[in-house]
């Protein structure tokens, strides 16, 4: 865990020879460049945590093969592409957040397979169409998503407006 100490650089691929690593927790500092492949080999880690860098790139489809994952934390990065379908099949995954990059596309149908998430949160991105009920059925307890995208089953949606309006509320009461 080496959180908050402004590391720059990249994530090394040698980071897939830590084999029985549990948590990879790099939140918050200045790493960037996209994640390896190699990411895949780390079969028992159980908490990956990179949001609040500088990542970029499609997220590898090789992620998937960390079957172990109960938290995917990859938030408040310039992450592009599609969500892959493959997290889907992340069965032991309780959270997920992918908010605050610059993914695109529509939300995979695959996640309905995350029958243990407890927390998805999505918003922030570039993403279209609707939730697929077939999600909705999973009974995930928070869901987050941008308000332009039709949810039944989602907890909250997060839009610009509100944010500025917030944002508007709380700087009005310091002066």
Do not use: W
Request: overall charge negative; hydrophobic content about 40%; aromatic content about 6%.
């Amino acid at each position: 865990q080496i959180y908050s100490n402004r590391l720059t650089g990249s994530l090394p691929i040698s980071i897939a020879n830590a084999k029985s690593l549990k948590t990879l927790h790099l939140a918050n500092n200045e790493l960037g460049g996209r994640i390896p492949t190699e990411i895949g080999n780390l079969k028992e880690i159980s908490k990956l945590r990179l949001y609040g860098n500088n990542f970029q790139g499609t997220l590898p489809d090789q992620l998937a093969f960390c079957s172990s994952l109960e938290s995917l934390e990859l938030h408040d990065n310039r992450f592009i592409g599609t969500i892959p379908a493959l997290l889907g099949s992340l069965s032991m995954l309780k959270n997920m957040t992918l908010n605050d990059n610059d993914f695109t596309g529509l939300v995979p149908v695959s996640l309905k397979n995350l029958n243990n998430i407890i927390q998805l949160s999505l918003q922030g991105n570039l993403l279209a169409g609707d939730i697929k009920s077939e999600i909705c059925k999973i009974g995930i307890s928070v869901f987050t998503v941008d308000c332009n995208i039709e949810c039944d089953c989602c907890t909250d949606c997060a839009s610009i407006d509100i944010i500025l309006d917030e944002f508007i509320r709380i700087e009005d009461q310091f002066p």
